[in-house]
């Protein structure tokens, strides 16, 4: 499966599968790779709170390649630590809001594997590299409760990526998220005064925990 | 490659009103397929690829037909009778997606009550309500349904009812009611489901003057952001 065929197949049926090796990607495939994550940023914006960030392309690329060599290190386990190195690179470009959304396009899915990755031993040194990554992109590990984050200030300056930050912690109903002294007035402005109906047990855990 | 082409199933014929403006499409009924060429190439427009298309070829000049991505023909482009969308589509009014049903027969009369009910729908402005969705929170929106009339009046049900401009209803056996009205006198309320012959999931909104309108459930769409957003009255 190609880049391309990776993204379309991961945003159009939520399932990928991928090379059993690993090879560069082809030029070609990274164009249309390109064409398909600008379109699906401008499909998702319509479902995002507010004006999303600008488009970032080279986070967005940046992403989903790591998603797809992600996956191949889950499926392919012969690899070994340097293949993780060489492979698996850490984003270089400018960290921003434009960049958290544009990768989050892609690392939204990252939850997905780290239920494949279960299977491995947490000194696996992929299972390292997940929460490495894992650990600087919050916004796409909302969902992820074992990854708490440590810094927001790219999410809360940017109002469209504070309420989508919000939104996913509250549906995630993670508590520990919830109560992060950034978020937990957010979470009480989103709830208002209807906490009782829209999620009883918080508003029980805030009169157990303050 | 000079153009690309795609096949539909007549049942879908009513989806191509999404792309009926496009300049230079041309139109073939073909058995129970529809086909339509004069597609640009790459055109990844979003109305597009949101059409419930059989299969999409890519034609050359020779009117070969090509799967995407595939180097070899698949089938040459059979003659048929091509004819511009515009005419082969013709346009219908839009009926409203709240369609009004008004009373006629019966003078029912509401009256201002001390009795009070919980919220449960309103009725807005597709404006406020946009203004809302925009940046409301996603547990919120996600407990609401709406439907919108083609003057640019949108009913939003579901709670808690959304803090916005507009004309709140309670709810009770069906019937959606002026907050702080009840009918008059109120053992009406009682006859109305039996007297107007309501389907169970179709709601009668009464205004203050007593005049109502059946809105079928059929009508009410999951709110999210990108269905207010791509809402629009014509």
């Known amino acids: ?210 | 490659m000079k153009e690309m082409i795609i096949v539909l199933a007549m049942a879908d014929m009513t989806a191509l009103g999404s792309i009926r403006t496009w300049p230079g499409l041309l139109v073939a009924a073909t058995g129970d397929e529809i086909w339509v060429r004069g597609i640009a190439p790459d055109t990844t427009d979003i109305q597009l690829r949101k059409l419930p298309a059989k299969h999409t070829f890519l034609a050359d000049t020779q009117e070969r037909l090509f799967l995407p991505g595939k180097h070899t023909p698949h089938d040459t482009l059979k003659k048929m009778s091509w004819e511009a969308i515009a005419s082969f589509i013709t346009v219908e009014l839009p009926v409203s997606a709240m369609p009004a049903h008004a009373g006629e027969d019966y003078a029912v009369r509401l009256a201002p009550t001390t009795v009070t009910g919980e919220p449960f729908a309103i009725l807005t402005s597709l404006e406020h309500w946009k203004a809302y969705a925009d940046t409301a929170p996603l547990i919120r929106l996600q407990r609401l349904s709406f439907a919108v009339c083609e003057t640019g009046e949108v009913l939003i049900i579901g709670t808690p009812v959304p803090s916005m401009p507009g004309k709140v209803f309670t709810l009770r056996d069906n019937i959606l009611l002026p907050a702080g009205y009840d009918f008059d006198p109120p053992v009406i309320g009682q006859l109305i489901p039996k007297w107007s012959g309501t389907e169970s999931d179709t709601l009668l909104l009464f205004r203050v003057d007593g005049q109502w309108e059946k809105i079928p459930g059929q009508v009410f769409v999951r709110a999210s952001r990108s269905a207010i957003r791509l809402t629009n009255t014509f």
């Open chain 1, 1 to 210: 499966m190609t880049l391309t065929e990776f993204i379309s197949s991961l945003i159009n049926e939520g399932k990928v599968t991928v090379a059993p090796f690993i090879k560069p990607f082809d030029p070609d495939d990274i164009r249309l790779a390109n064409v398909h994550l600008k379109q699906h940023y401008d499909d998702d914006s319509t479902d995002m709170p507010g004006q999303v960030p600008p488009y970032d392309p080279e986070a967005a690329l940046w992403a989903a390649c790591y998603l797809y060599r992600a996956v191949q290190f889950i499926q392919i386990r012969r690899l070994g630590e340097d293949d993780i190195k060489a492979h698996l690179l850490p984003f270089t470009g400018v960290h921003s809001p434009s960049a958290v959304y544009a990768a989050d396009l892609t690392l939204r899915y990252m939850p997905g594997l780290f239920d494949l990755a279960k299977g491995l031993g947490p000194g696996d040194p992929l299972v390292k590299e997940l929460e490495i990554m894992a650990a600087q992109w919050p916004l796409s590990m909302a969902a992820v409760a074992a990854i708490v984050p440590e810094d927001l200030s790219l999410i809360m300056q940017h109002p469209s990526l504070k309420i989508a930050y919000i939104d996913r912690i509250i549906h995630a109903r993670d508590f520990r998220k919830c109560r992060h002294p950034e978020c937990l007035p957010l979470v009480q402005e989103a709830l208002g005064s209807h906490a009782a109906i829209l999620w009883p047990e918080f508003e029980i855990d805030l009169t157990v925990h303050t």
